[in-house]
Nanobody, 120 residues
Framework: QVQLVESGGGLVRPRGSLRLSCAATGSIFTIYDMGWYRQAPGKQRELVATITSGGSTNYADSVKGRFTISRNIAENTVDLQMNSLKPEDTAVYYC??????????????WGQGTQVTVSS
């Protein structure tokens, strides 16, 4: 069984920083793209940032220059460093990964989500 487990959310003041982490566990053969998405109340889930197995990154325009995505291939983890946070960054953040299982097909997996609240 494959799972994505996020950590690191919380309450932070505007202009503050948070670091989210996500670990993929279970019977994993390899992981291709990994990423972070977010969903604010009343809005659709949107892409925040993605990173390929080769390290190529992609960011939403709203977070460019403030957020940095990184991953550890050996440990099957992906992090999101969030700086200069704004109230509009408030959302539930979800980890996402394209995983080839040892004993099953390739599939996209989602974490359970972690709340990030930016407020004074």
């Amino acid at each position: 069984q494959v799972q994505l487990v996020e950590s690191g959310g919380g309450l932070v003041r505007p202009r503050g920083s948070l670091r989210l982490s996500c670990a993929a566990t279970g019977s994993i053969f390899t992981i291709y793209d990994m990423g972070w998405y977010r969903q604010a109340p009343g809005k659709q889930r949107e892409l925040v940032a993605t990173i390929t197995s080769g390290g190529s990154t992609n960011y939403a325009d709203s977070v460019k220059g403030r957020f940095t995505i990184s991953r550890n291939i050996a440990e099957n983890t992906v992090d999101l460093q969030m700086n200069s946070l704004k109230p509009e960054d408030t959302a539930v953040y979800y980890c996402n990964a394209d995983i080839v299982r040892l004993y099953g097909p390739q599939e996209w997996f989602w974490g359970q989500g972690t709340q990030v609240t930016v407020s004074s």
